[in-house]
T-cell receptor
Framework: DAGVIQSPRHEVTEMGQEVTLRCKPI?????LFWYRQTMMRGLELLIY????????DSGMPEDRFSAKMPNASFSTLKIQPSEPRDSAVYFC???????????????FGEGSRLTVL | QKEVEQDPGPLSVPEGAIVSLNCTYS??????FMWYRQYSRKGPELLMY????GNKEDGRFTAQVDKSSKYISLFIRDSQPSDSATYLC??????????FGSGTRLLVRP
């Protein structure tokens, strides 16, 4: 399997622009997670889905952030409008079932590095 | 106070040294404890998982959990330059939210 695939790997944009990050989870995995990583705050959970349904979005920083999972093989994280403080590496991860969660076995993509000028 | 505290390092050791990495936590509801390894510009990958207090060994790696003290450790024996990475502790409660420490950067010098 190719693993979790994220795009773009790098994105540089200007404040106020819309940013869309994309994720393709591992086929068959039923949990999908969006994390954000910064030096100051480490790795923070933004939102996670189970069977395409958002379960917990309490980590989404504000209304400028939204996430969707229209089908089992695709998810997006959108920031509109973007701000410099959104600069971070955004990771998508997927997991197989509750057993996978029990063991903490999340499979991460390589991340999307976002810079907002 | 963060739920999970981890010294960011960096920790620099010579090849062959024993490395000790630690995390403390405040939430007594955490039941599952993991260590992830993250190489530069890559996503984290699961290294060790443990559920109960005590030790778990896997090759050169030993994970230790002390629930009474809310303290977990990862020991690396005979450290290698290829072990140079950031090590993140992670914890989960029954809601399946995985909370990460900020990570300790480890450098093993040849």
């Amino acid at each position: 399997d190719a693993g979790v695939i994220q795009s773009p790997r790098h994105e540089v944009t200007e404040m106020g622009q819309e940013v869309t990050l994309r994720c393709k989870p591992i086929s068959g995995h039923d949990y999908l997670f969006w994390y954000r990583q910064t030096m100051m705050r480490g790795l923070e959970l933004l939102i996670y889905f189970n069977n395409n349904v958002p379960i917990d979005d309490s980590g989404m920083p504000e209304d400028r952030f939204s996430a969707k999972m229209p089908n089992a093989s695709f998810s997006t994280l959108k920031i509109q409008p973007s701000e410099p403080r959104d600069s971070a590496v955004y990771f998508c991860a997927s997991s197989l079932g509750v057993a996978g969660l029990d063991t903490g076995e999340l499979f991460f993509g390589e991340g999307s590095r976002l810079t907002v000028l | 106070q963060k739920e999970v505290e981890q010294d960011p390092g960096p920790l620099s050791v010579p090849e062959g040294a024993i490395v000790s990495l630690n995390c403390t936590y405040s939430n007594s509801a955490f039941q599952y404890f993991m260590w992830y390894r993250q190489y530069s510009r890559k996503g984290p990958e699961l290294l060790m998982y443990t559920y109960s207090s005590g030790n778990k060994e896997d090759g050169r790696f030993t994970a230790q959990v002390d629930k009474s003290s809310k303290y977990i450790s990862l020991f690396i024996r005979d450290s290698q330059p290829s072990d140079s990475a950031t090590y993140l502790c992670a914890m989960m409660d029954s809601s399946y939210k995985l909370i990460f420490g900020s990570g300790t950067r480890l450098l093993v010098r040849p």
